[in-house]
């Protein structure tokens, strides 16, 4: 085997540090005013925008949480609701955990968008629930 030189040596050093420069890690939160449900049997979206800096092509969601709430629903109607990340192919449902967290969307692409979709199941018409405040926090690396 033949030894290097300094010169080869520092080359060397150089292309293996290229090759494993770290990607940064970040968060957002995003805040929404949750969709009135005005319709039964109809999904309603309130989507959370990336805000400040976006995370880099390439990086991955670490963790999400979420809050959310709803106005009362009315009598003889059943409310569900689903946290999406990027298409309705890729939801969780958070019908029962109005604030939580979750390691389902972990290692997915951190520069789509989640969404929050909810609905009313009822067989008749009713009065407007009103969607109320809503939080995700993301984190990426």
């Known amino acids: 085997m033949k030894k290097l030189n300094?010169?080869?040596?520092?080359?060397?050093?150089?292309?293996?540090?290229?090759?494993?420069?770290?990607q940064a890690a970040g968060a957002y939160v995003s805040n929404a005013v949750g969709a009135n449900i005005t319709?039964?049997?109809?999904?309603?979206?309130?989507?959370f925008p990336i805000v400040g800096s976006p995370p880099p092509a390439g990086?991955?969601?670490?963790?999400?949480?979420?809050?959310?709430g709803i106005g009362t629903i009315?009598?003889?109607?059943?409310?569900a609701a689903?946290?999406?990340h990027g298409t309705t192919l890729s939801c969780i449902d958070v019908t029962n955990v109005k604030s939580g967290s979750s390691s389902v969307f972990v290692g997915r692409p951190a520069?789509?968008?989640f969404f929050l979709e909810y609905r009313i199941n009822r067989t008749t018409a009713f009065p407007q629930v009103y969607g109320q405040s809503a939080q995700l926090?993301?984190?990426?690396n």
């Open 6 to 22: 300094w010169k080869q040596s520092i080359a060397v050093v150089a292309l293996c540090a290229a090759g494993t420069v770290a």
């Open 39 to 47: 319709t039964p049997n109809t999904w309603f979206r309130t989507n």
């Open 59 to 68: 990086s991955t969601v670490s963790s999400v949480s979420w809050n959310y």
């Open 74 to 79: 009315p009598s003889g109607g059943t409310f």
């Open 82 to 84: 689903r946290l999406c």
């Open 111 to 113: 520069t789509s968008a």
């Open 137 to 140: 926090i993301v984190n990426w």
